[in-house]
T-cell receptor, first 112, second 115 residues
Framework: AQSVAQPEDQVNVAEGNPLTVKCTYSVSGNPYLFWYVQYPNRGLQFLLKYITGDNLVKGSYGFEAEFNKSQTSFHLKKPSALVSDSALYFCAVMDSNYQLIWGAGTKLIIKP | EPEVTQTPSHQVTQMGQEVILRCVPISNHLYFYWYRQILGQKVEFLVSFYNNEISEKSEIFDDQFSVERPDGSNFTLKIRSTKLEDSAMYFC?????????????FGPGTRLLVL
């Protein structure tokens, strides 16, 4: 069965420092991986996805994610964190029925 | 930028009552989805819908649930007789196509509380 793990419930980063939010996956077949962000009282907003090609995927708001097939990981990164990046981040994998299978989410807190 | 919208943002209902959650997908999208997130748990797929038919549904989507596209813009989720355990955030999503890696765009959600 397909699954996604986000091993950290919360990540704390100082403003201006690089951030990483971790995601590992388990799929049969090709992985189609997504990152979404949820700001307070807002919906799930698409950030970026990996389908095929370059292992480094660039997305909205300066975020990027690195696909690593050998480690079955798809970590979300940003070189310099902003306070406004504070939110809940979800990793998801699409299964063969086009359903998104979700991780539990990671709360990112950026401190000034 | 086009967005998925959902109404109401919050709904409180009594156990056993029927509720209808409404969604307006992005206008040129043809595929529609409902997901839910019970507080403290992962987001779960409920159902996908295309061409006025259910494409896929999960085990959660039992006979108490139904979906409908009543007109050219709305997509609704009906829970016939709500249970306490139906309390959750319900997210509607839409996509242009149904293919591997196609992005699903989500609405802001409806928080349903069943008392």
């Amino acid at each position: 069965a397909q699954s996604v793990a986000q091993p950290e419930d919360q990540v704390n980063v100082a403003e201006g420092n690089p951030l990483t939010v971790k995601c590992t996956y388990s799929v049969s077949g090709n992985p189609y991986l997504f990152w979404y962000v949820q700001y307070p009282n807002r919906g799930l907003q698409f950030l970026l996805k990996y389908i095929t090609g370059d292992n480094l995927v660039k997305g909205s708001y300066g975020f990027e994610a690195e696909f690593n097939k050998s480690q079955t990981s798809f970590h979300l990164k940003k070189p310099s964190a902003l306070v406004s990046d504070s939110a809940l981040y979800f990793c998801a994998v699409m299964d063969s029925n086009y359903q998104l299978i979700w991780g539990a989410g990671t709360k990112l807190i950026i401190k000034p | 930028e086009p967005e998925v919208t959902q109404t109401p943002s919050h709904q409180v209902t009594q156990m056993g009552q029927e509720v209808i959650l409404r969604c307006v997908p992005i206008s040129n999208h043809l595929y529609f989805y409902w997901y839910r997130q019970i507080l403290g748990q992962k987001v779960e797929f409920l159902v996908s819908f295309y061409n006025n038919e259910i494409s896929e549904k999960s085990e959660i989507f039992d006979d108490q649930f139904s979906v409908e596209r009543p007109d050219g813009s709305n997509f609704t989720l009906k829970i016939r007789s709500t249970k306490l355990e139906d309390s959750a955030m319900y997210f509607c999503a839409s996509s242009e196509a149904l293919r591997s890696g196609e992005t699903q765009y989500f609405g802001p959600g409806t928080r349903l509380l069943v008392l």
